[in-house]
T-cell receptor, first 115, second 114 residues
Framework: AQKITQTQPGMFVQEKEAVTLDCTYDTSDPSYGLFWYKQPSSGEMIFLIYQGSYDQQNATEGRYSLNFQKARKSANLVISASQLGDSAMYFCAMREARGDDKIIFGKGTRLHILP | GAVVSQHPSRVICKSGTSVKIECRSLDFQATTMFWYRQFPKKSLMLMATSNEGSKATYEQGVEKDKFLINHASLTLSTLTVTSAHPEDSSFYIC??????????FGEGSRLTVL
């Protein structure tokens, strides 16, 4: 069974608009961490934001925020005021406390920002 | 800040040859490193966990004899693709945890087997 599900293979968004990238996860481990990474065409993996399962507040990092709905097991990434440079692949990932430090990735969402 | 460096960034080789990819942690020690493989327009698939001073832990379906992993020091892990074939052509990327919660990735290595 997939542990990380990203249902949007591709998205097109107008520049300056906000965009939400969906991510749901599956785990029975009460302690886990959720991550979002950006991968531009160059291939590098850029860390965006982290949310711990016990964190009370939703994580925010500049224009990035994570909408953490624990009961629904969702961890959507919200990018406010999108920019052309935001065009990239975005991966949601999870690390389980009992998972030997492994981080498992979703299939990704390709985001296209339109001028 | 912490950096994970990977080399080479691109390599082209003939079918049947072996290729070694290095992953270094530049200003921190990494007892564990992770090797991923990524096909075009696909996600990162974890291949194995590299453990310093001991054998690597491979994910199900990954051939241990095909993808040799050595983690001889706290700053270096290597992945050797043995007897490479065109189907091994892919983007290989390593990563390591720093502190308690940030995973740093190498720049990735694009392997093309002719």
């Amino acid at each position: 069974a997939q542990k990380i599900t990203q249902t949007q293979p591709g998205m097109f968004v107008q520049e300056k608009e906000a965009v939400t990238l969906d991510c749901t996860y599956d785990t029975s481990d009460p302690s886990y961490g959720l991550f979002w990474y950006k991968q531009p065409s160059s291939g590098e993996m850029i860390f965006l934001i982290y949310q711990g399962s016990y964190d009370q507040q939703n994580a925010t990092e500049g224009r990035y925020s994570l909408n953490f709905q624990k009961a629904r097991k969702s961890a959507n990434l919200v990018i406010s005021a999108s920019q052309l440079g935001d065009s990239a692949m975005y991966f949601c990932a999870m690390r389980e406390a009992r998972g030997d430090d492994k981080i498992i990735f979703g299939k990704g969402t390709r985001l296209h920002i339109l001028p | 800040g912490a950096v994970v460096s990977q080399h080479p960034s691109r390599v082209i080789c003939k079918s049947g040859t072996s290729v070694k990819i290095e992953c270094r942690s530049l200003d921190f020690q990494a007892t564990t490193m992770f090797w991923y493989r990524q096909f075009p327009k696909k996600s990162l698939m974890l291949m194995a966990t590299s453990n310093e001073g001991s054998k690597a832990t491979y994910e199900q379906g990954v051939e241990k004899d095909k993808f040799l992993i050595n983690h001889a020091s706290l700053t270096l892990s290597t992945l050797t693709v043995t007897s490479a074939h065109p189907e091994d052509s892919s983007f290989y990327i390593c990563s390591a945890w720093v502190g308690h919660g940030e995973l740093f990735f190498g720049e990735g290595s694009r392997l093309t087997v002719l």
